[in-house]
């Protein structure tokens, strides 16, 4: 993989990339990584997409690391959405794939609903549609056991000398309850942990789950920009684990509706995968994510 710099303003934001100088005119495939991951969470589908002809950019996304820290620690999901943007902008690009995992998921969604115009396709794991969450949680409220983190992510310096403790064992305690079965390579958490301990990211993780999904935006006393953006006009492949310890499945049953979706979407269960299963199932997500990319080209 390549390394490039993407920008938004003075902020400067470091990507991984295959394919843009071999396969130049080929459509562009931007990838969104979550929590608690970095841009490596695509490390098995940047190649593979390349391989098939596409050009293909993983951003590492705002405030994990110093560049792309904002002096205001603006990190709601209507402003990162717009970064997306702003990366289309400054490549040149009038349209693109989106693919976007847990909060790149949620990203993902809000991106496509301010600048449908911008996108061939959006792909989502892990996440339903962000805008409906609270609602799906009202259908499976099993979800608030799993959600139980988001909470305790609002005690400021509790959270924070938690996340941290013991070689950040309460991270590594998620991806193990999360995507239950699955272990990340050693090789994994070290450039993990790495991202982790670099100034401000620590901050900007737990900023996310502060400014974004608050007591007061889930019980609906509050609400943001990105929660009023339902109808998401782009072609949409929602893609979920069986088995997510993060994310219960159910929650994709009700938390997509014809209207918000007018260009269509569809929902895929991998079986046996957990909240990371785009690691954890790498050959049937790349066969899924090609077809689809190849059906939204134009």
């Not at 609903?113 to 949680?137: C, K, M, N």
């Not at 009202?138 to 959600?147: D, F, G, H, N």
């Not at 070290?190 to 620590?202: H, N, S």
């Amino acid at each position: 993989m390549d390394q490039l710099i993407l920008s938004n303003g003075k902020l400067a934001f470091s990507a991984n990339s295959c394919g843009l100088e071999t396969n130049k005119g080929k459509p562009l495939v931007i990838c969104l990584h979550g929590f608690p991951d970095n841009a490596r969470s695509f490390r098995h589908q940047l190649p593979f997409l390349a391989d098939a002809g596409y050009r293909v950019i993983a951003p590492t996304l705002r405030g994990y690391e110093s560049s792309s820290q904002p002096d205001d620690k603006d990190y709601l999901v209507a402003t990162m959405a717009r970064d997306v943007i702003a990366w289309i902008d400054k490549l040149g690009e009038q349209k693109v794939h989106l693919v976007g995992h847990d909060w790149g998921a949620v990203i993902t969604y809000a991106a496509g609903a301010l600048a449908p115009e911008r996108f061939y396709s959006l792909t989502t794991l892990a996440v339903p549609h962000g805008a409906r969450f609270i609602d799906g949680v009202r259908k499976v409220p099993s979800q608030l056991l799993k959600s139980w983190y988001m909470n305790f992510f609002q005690l400021p310096g509790i959270a924070e000398f938690v996340l941290q403790r013991n070689d950040w064992a309460f991270i590594k305690t998620l991806w193990k309850n999360w995507s239950p079965g699955f272990e990340l390579p050693n090789k994994e958490w070290t450039e993990l942990r790495q991202t982790f301990e670099a100034p401000g990211v620590k901050n900007a993780m737990l900023s996310y789950y502060r400014q974004n999904i608050s007591p007061r935006i889930m019980l609906g006393i509050k609400q943001t920009e990105a929660s009023l953006l339902t109808s998401v006009p782009v072609p949409t492949l929602a893609i979920t684990g069986s088995d997510d310890g993060c994310i219960d499945t159910r929650l994709y049953d009700h938390t997509f509706l014809d209207e918000d979706f007018p260009m269509g979407y569809r929902i895929e269960r991998i079986l046996g995968a957990g909240h990371f299963c785009h690691q954890e199932k790498s050959e049937q997500i790349n066969s899924l994510l090609l077809d689809w990319l190849k059906e939204n080209n134009s």
